[in-house]
């Protein structure tokens, strides 16, 4: 399984990216994708998940409402589509797949494979 991230930049406050996570149609058989996050001087946290089937969905609590994960099997890609950013999202945001998942599965921890990260900065 690989993943490779994209997506990341310098934006004002009150902004949008979108993140993009490019797999493999494999990825999908047996692993759900997530986005994690690292900030400086603080540890990796989960941010988003989506299931296998891309019918479910789950979110941390400091992004509900502003960011939305989907998967388009089509191009077999995982987005983040951040919305309303703010500067404490400021991190190194990394795709991750999580093996041995259900269908309709949503996970937050369990995550083994990994992309490269991509730098968001968000600007006051």
């Known amino acids: 399984v690989q993943l490779q991230a994209s997506g990341g930049g310098l934006v004002q406050a009150g902004g949008s990216l979108r993140l993009s996570c490019a797999t493999t149609?494999?990825?999908?058989?047996?692993?759900?994708v997530g986005w994690f996050r690292q900030a400086p001087g603080k540890e990796r946290e989960f941010v988003a998940v989506v299931s296998r089937s891309g019918g479910s969905t789950a979110y941390a609590d400091s992004v509900k409402g502003r960011f939305t994960i989907s998967l388009d099997k089509a191009t077999n890609t995982v987005y983040l589509q951040m919305n309303n950013l703010k500067p404490e999202d400021t991190a190194v945001y990394y795709c991750?797949?999580?093996?041995?998942?259900?269908?309709?599965?949503?996970?937050?921890?369990?995550?083994?494979?990994w992309g490269q990260g991509t730098l968001v900065t968000v600007s006051s």
């Open positions: 991750s797949a999580r093996p041995n998942a259900i269908s309709s599965g949503t996970y937050t921890t369990g995550f083994s494979v």
């Open positions: 149609a494999r990825t999908f058989r047996t692993y759900a």
